[in-house]
């Protein structure tokens, strides 16, 4: 079965740096795009970033453009998200989607992201 996993959470104080891991299984991870969302305490989900099949084209939005980087490793099955110059707006619980045919299919249990002073 379809399983995304996903680790590297944490806290972080305000300016640093922190890399969430999304481990696929149970699909041909290459052959869809994934997806980075968020949650804030008490907000709704907000998408942060897309990644294509083979990682050429990334899409961000525009609240973490500059800042954050998505990236997979088809070998290793794995989705990255690189997160520098954390503000503390970016607190939330991050999770990793697979982009099915045209809506998101499946969800990880999230990590969750605190940057606080």
């Known amino acids: 079965q379809v399983q995304l996993v996903e680790s590297g959470g944490g806290l972080v104080q305000p300016g640093g740096s922190l890399r969430v891991s999304c481990a696929a299984s149970g699909f041909t991870f290459s052959t869809y795009y994934m997806s980075w969302v968020r949650q804030a305490p008490g907000k709704g989900l907000e998408w942060v970033s897309d990644i294509n099949l083979g990682g050429g084209a990334t899409y961000y939005a525009d609240s973490v453009k500059g800042r954050f980087t998505i990236s997979r490793d088809n070998t290793k099955n794995t989705l990255y998200l690189q997160m520098n110059s954390l503000k503390p707006e970016d607190t939330a619980l991050y999770y990793c989607?697979?982009?099915?045919?045209?809506?998101?299919?499946?969800w990880g249990q999230g990590t969750q992201v605190t940057v606080s002073g």
């Open positions: 989607v697979r982009k099915g045919y045209g809506s998101y299919d499946y």
